[in-house]
T-cell receptor, first 109, second 115 residues
Framework: DAKTTQPTSMDCAEGRAANLPCNHS???????VYWYRQIHSQGPQYIIH???NNETNEMASLIITEDRKSSTLILPHATLRDTAVYYC??????????FGAGTQVVVTP | GAVVSQHPSWVICKSGTSVKIECRSL??????MFWYRQFPKQSLMLMATSNEGSKATYEQGVEKDKFLINHASLTLSTLTVTSAHPEDSSFYICSAEQGSGNTIYFGEGSWLTVV
């Protein structure tokens, strides 16, 4: 079972920053937080992952709270192509990614 | 990022036949690959973990004799759906783990329709 909770859906205006929250209060000390997104009828696309420190790459930024119980994925300038289901995950005790329902993000013009 | 490729992208087969789906890591070696299934409007469900050179481990409720997994090399895992039935129609997705930091990349998925 997924160990993270996310809002079911979120709307975002094109060109604005999209901030996607995730709660992972049961995360263990050595488990990473991963973010993926899935555009309809495609395999999940890797976005970013982190352990303790904030991370940034060409796609997004990941902000992890100091207690590691929650994180926020930031898409700095949302485009229409960013419309997708966004999944926040961490691995289970066997190192496997278990998916929850994710957040359906709709970017509107 | 790293590339994981699946083949075929879509397949239609008759009830009672078997169909094989391949998952390849194109630019890295993967000792561990994972197979997921996704039904329409649902999330991905982990089916099994494919380990190179050893038997796959299956999630609870997944029939190992129906979903045969072979991981014969560090770049290839195959999923064979045996004696397929219409209820096996689904989107099958694989993923592969790359190196330290445990970055996991997913394939494009394979649509299976059983008629």
């Amino acid at each position: 079972d997924a160990k993270t909770t996310q809002p079911t859906s979120m709307d975002c205006a094109e060109g604005r920053a999209a901030n996607l929250p995730c709660n992972h209060s049961t995360i263990s000390g050595n488990e990473y937080v991963y973010w993926y997104r899935q555009i309809h009828s495609q395999g999940p696309q890797y976005i970013i992952h982190g352990l303790k420190n904030n991370e940034t790459n060409e796609m997004a930024s990941l902000i992890i709270t100091e207690d590691r119980k929650s994180s926020t994925l930031i898409l700095p300038h949302a485009t229409l192509r960013d419309t997708a289901v966004y999944y926040c995950l961490n691995t289970d005790s066997w190192g496997k990614l278990q998916f929850g329902a994710g957040t359906q993000v709709v970017v509107t013009p | 990022g790293a590339v994981v490729s699946q083949h075929p992208s879509w397949v239609i087969c008759k009830s009672g036949t078997s169909v094989k789906i391949e998952c390849r890591s194109l630019d890295f070696q993967a000792t561990t690959m994972f197979w997921y299934r996704q039904f329409p409007k649902q999330s991905l469900m982990l089916m099994a973990t494919s380990n190179e050179g050893s038997k796959a481990t299956y999630e609870q409720g997944v029939e190992k004799d129906k979903f045969l997994i072979n991981h014969a090399s560090l770049t290839l895992s195959t999923l064979t759906v045996t004696s397929a039935h219409p209820e096996d129609s689904s989107f099958y997705i694989c993923s592969a783990e790359q190196g330290s930091g445990n970055t996991i990349y997913f394939g494009e998925g394979s649509w299976l329709t059983v008629v």
